[in-house]
């Protein structure tokens, strides 16, 4: 039984989305009837200030000019329409416009933003309530009740505004309310060159036409023509929604996820309160897909109310299904890899290192990934692939569409939608001076990498795909410092078989031309999982089951690695390494596995290496503060930097927000890293920082100052790390990250400074 409380929510929120549908059904009355634009959106405003008993509802329409003009209005004087003009950003109207967000106040004419407009007659009027109207991240106007008394808006009002909002700006970009000029007007609008600021990532300049992993919604048209085919298309999509859930849930046991999470995802889909309101406002004329988009709009609202964070994703969870629900509706699909234009610049929300080789690459020429970092998996295959990568700059979801003329620049993090001629120009003069740059860093590449005062340097490379080791003798690396070998696990529909896998290996030793390659083993779990793999969900998988975790607890499915790995290198050296080394004795079950290995083939008469030599990865403070124990355990010893930097900082690594807040380049991670160079000195134990900051140039020279002296880097960052190795001194940059000049909060900006007076090649 519903406690009172409950029980008169429950009837407030469905007297609300009745008199919803009932408004949605008499606008598209109106617009029906109405002979000209004009008539239209006058219908509309006399509509919309009636519902919500409004003495004033007006709408404000963007000009070219980025003006706001007074279109239509239901209490202010006739007069004024067309005529008041409000600049972008003035005035209660232009915050609304500017912010994209509501604004509500009790007492206009007492607002610090309030413009004062005489030909509208508006003197004495006191509550104000504005909405933006958005679509493809953009403001196209604003709709404006207001009333004379002064009074507080109830939270239906505003959800009710907020809806109204969302169908007008589908409306106006559809056609169906303004004249041809008008809506020609806002077209160019929403089609105007755009400049967004993201993080540059990988470096490059590339051009070419956007496509979207998770193509948006296609465009629809917003009112029915006859709305019981629209309500009986929305009854067939809820219902292959429901079947579509019900699959996955049968696919998941007790074992792989908490059932609960999948049977509350179902409940949703068969909440009968969101398939009636949908179902009334697809009775109320509008097509299917509006119907949804509607529903998912007040939701929307609604969840930026609600402060407790779990009830709040459980809103998240209805999101998602509305945009599941649009994809049944409209057959969208993934984006495909034959559907990608002859050049390319990928936009995706998210993007896992599986998916994107998954794509043409010889098509694929940029990518945008709004939820990226530097160190992110992602970013290591785009890095490896060679492929330009901006993260962040999360409008360009909602303002490119497929087949968008982009720029990106991975260096600057800058993405240019539609650009000018001019700008093309200036960019295509950018990627020719990188290709130069390029050129000279190859002819470089036979240089010794040694400092000023003698240190020598060795540089290998970081590799996962047979393509990557054609950048081996180009960028003159002393070899494969780490060859990531969890691709071939995760892109597969089945576990590669021991035969498949010596092939890959034995052909990358091939193409190494003798120079040495170290393959880690499948660094499986967290985010890099296959989709045969049953892997349990974790709330923190960076910590979880994975790497040499799994190793031991599945030897099933890491001997048949080990396997193909001795007999890949039968007569060499065979260079192991194992990662996520937690625990001296975890290397020794590790050696363990191996000597399974070497049992089996011995007893089988299989050719086996001239050599075994094993390693650590030391990914976590755990293993930072046993080093002495593990290096006696092993052959050589590898900084994992990206996810020794995450646990230093209790920080991960693909969330923007931490990224921010935390810097690698730090006195006291370095300090850290510093104590392990002199470990592995003591045990006489070569040292390799596989880190992607690497590619970094001041947190590369400081860690030269820190005593490492073998990295194994991007391709990409070779040639800048070789250069920048020859022009610093590792003792001068030794003393100053000792300093207190080093503890300052601004370490990066300072010791960037000092490196430039030393003449050193940070740029």
């Known amino acids: 039984m519903k406690r009172p409380q409950s029980a008169r929510r429950a009837k407030a929120a469905a007297r609300a989305a009745s008199g919803l549908a009932t408004l949605l059904k008499s606008m598209h009355d109106a617009v029906a009837v109405a002979p000209t634009a004009q008539d239209r959106l006058d219908a509309l405003t006399k509509l919309i200030a009636r519902h919500v008993a409004s003495d004033v509802c007006s709408i404000y329409l963007r000009l070219a000019t980025d003006e706001l003009e007074l279109y239509s209005t239901e209490g202010l004087n006739r007069e004024a329409v067309h005529r008041t003009k409000l600049k972008w950003g003035e005035g209660l109207v232009g915050v609304v416009a500017e912010s994209q967000r509501p604004l509500i106040t009790a007492d206009a004419p007492l607002h610090p933003n309030f413009a004062y407009r005489p030909e509208t007659g508006e003197d004495p009027l006191h509550s104000f309530l504005g909405v933006p109207l958005i679509r493809s991240g953009k403001s196209l106007g604003v709709l404006v009740l207001q009333n004379l008394v002064s009074r507080r808006y109830t939270d239906e009002e505003v959800g ?29 609008m929403l089609h105007r060159p755009e400049r967004l600021k993201g993080s540059g990532i990988v470096p490059g300049v590339a051009r070419g036409r956007a496509a979207f992993h998770e193509p948006p919604t296609p465009k629809h048209k917003v009112f029915a023509a006859d709305k019981e085919v629209e309500t009986k298309r929305l009854d067939e999509g809820i219902a292959a929604l429901q079947a579509a859930v019900d699959a996955m849930l049968a696919r998941e046991t007790l074992e792989d996820a908490p059932r609960e999470v999948l049977e509350t995802y179902r409940l949703f889909a068969y909440d009968r309160g969101w398939k009636e309101r949908m179902r009334a406002a697809a009775m109320s004329g509008l097509t299917a897909e509006s119907a949804v988009e509607q529903v998912q709009s007040e939701n929307r609202a609604r969840m930026g109310q609600i402060k407790d964070p779990y009830l709040r994703e459980r809103m998240h969870d209805l999101d998602d299904l509305s945009r599941r629900l649009l994809r049944h509706l409209t057959g969208a699909e993934t984006a495909a890899v034959a559907e990608l234009p002859e050049a390319a610049i990928l936009v995706a929300r998210a993007l896992g290192p599986a998916e994107l080789l998954e794509y043409d690459r010889a098509r694929l020429k940029g990518l945008v990934v709004a939820e990226a970092s530097a160190t992110s998996h992602v970013a290591i295959v785009a890095r490896a692939l060679g492929v330009p990568l901006v993260a962040g700059a999360d409008s360009a979801l909602g303002l490119a569409e497929a087949g968008d003329d982009i720029v990106i620049d991975g260096e600057t993090g800058e993405v240019l939608i539609r650009p000018t001629t001019d700008v093309v120009t200036s960019y295509r003069e950018k990627e020719a001076l990188q290709s130069e740059q390029q050129a000279a860093f190859a002819a470089e590449r036979h240089l010794p990498a040694a400092t000023k005062d003698g240190v020598a340097i060795e540089i ?29 696990f995760i892109i597969g529909a089945q576990l590669p078989r021991a035969g498949a896998q010596e092939k890959l290996y034995a052909q990358i030793l091939s193409l190494a031309g003798g120079k040495p390659v170290v393959f880690r083993t499948a660094d ?16 923190n998988p960076a910590m979880g089951w994975r790497g040499i975790r799994m190793a031991i607890d599945r030897p099933g499915l890491f001997r048949p690695q080990l396997r193909a790995l001795l007999a890949a290198s039968a007569g060499r050296t065979a260079q192991i390494l194992f990662p996520m080394i937690t625990a001296p004795d975890e290397v020794d079950a590790a050696r363990d596995l191996i000597a399974r290995e070497v049992d089996f083939a011995t007893r089988r008469g299989r050719a086996l290496p001239a050599e075994i030599k094993v390693g650590a990865m030391i990914e976590t403070p755990a293993a930072a503060w046993r080093i002495d124990d593990i290096a006696s355990r092993v052959d050589f ?67 030269v100052g820190a005593g490492v002296r073998r990295f194994s880097a991007p391709a990409s960052a070779i040639g800048p790390f070789r250069r920048l190795v020859r022009s610093i001194d590792a003792a001068a940059v030794k003393q100053w990250i000792e300093s207190p000049a080093a503890k300052a909060a601004a370490m990066r900006r300072a010791f960037a400074e000092m490196l430039a007076r030393a003449g050193a090649a940070i740029s």
């Not at 007008?168 to 160019?188: C, K, M, N, Q, Y």
């Not at 499986?524 to 709330?539: F, I, T």
């Not at 693909?654 to 807040?661: G, H, P, S, V």
Request: charged letters at 20%.
């Open 524 to 539: 499986l779990g967290a985010d890099k999982a296959g989709a045969y793999m049953k892997v349990k969900p974790e709330s």
């Open 460 to 488: 290998f490379m970081n590799a996962g795909i047979p393509l990557d080791m054609a950048h081996l003798e180009r960028t003159g690396a002393a070899g494969v410092g780490l060859f990531r070998t969890e691709l071939q």
């Open 637 to 703: 010893l590898s900084i994992g930097g990206n996810d020794l930097a995450q646990f230093y900082f209790a920080a991960d690594r693909d969330a923007e927000m931490t990224q921010r807040r935390f810097d690698a380049l730090d006195a006291g991670f370095l300090s850290f890293v510093a104590r392990l160079a002199e470990a592995a000195a003591r045990a006489g134990k070569p040292l390799t920082f596989c880190g992607e900051q690497a590619a970094d140039p001041l947190m590369a020279a400081a860690l």
């Open 160 to 188: 009710a505004a907020q809806a109204v909002a969302s169908l007008l700006a589908e409306i106006a970009a559809s056609g169906e309310l303004f004249d041809p000029r008008t809506t020609e007007a806002v077209g160019a």
